[in-house]
Nanobody
Framework: QFVQSGGGLVQVGGSLRLSCVAS????????MGWFRQAPGKQREMVAV???????NYLDSVKGRFTISRDDAKNTIYLQMNSLKPEDTAIYYC?????WGQGTQVTVSS
């Protein structure tokens, strides 16, 4: 089980940080990360850990978003900078083969 936090409304160019806290040890969780789903679109991968040290990013967020982890806190983060209107979506954490509850990110112009 895990809980997401962060998100909200921000202006173009602003920043937000999302957090996802697990109740289990994430040190050996394997694949985990962040996805998003915009209205009328399919859910897409944003940033993930393919292994404890290997990451993968959606091309459109490279250089702007950073995924990180704190195993001592069983938490992963998504730092989002230089936000654009097209980043508006519900963002979901994925861990242990399950989805978080989702959190809305809205970027206003």
């Amino acid at each position: 089980q895990f809980v997401q936090s962060g998100g909200g409304l921000v202006q173009v160019g602003g920043s937000l940080r999302l957090s996802c806290v697990a109740s289990s040890n994430i040190a050996n969780a394997g694949f985990m990360g962040w996805f998003r789903q915009a209205p009328g679109k399919q859910r897409e991968m944003v940033a993930v850990f393919n292994s404890p040290i290997t990451t993968n990013y959606l091309d459109s967020v490279k250089g702007r978003f950073t995924i990180s982890r704190d195993d001592a806190k069983n938490t992963i983060y998504l730092q989002m900078n230089s936000l654009k209107p097209e980043d508006t979506a519900i963002y979901y954490c994925r861990m242990f083969g399950a989805w978080g509850q989702g959190t809305q990110v809205t970027v206003s112009s």
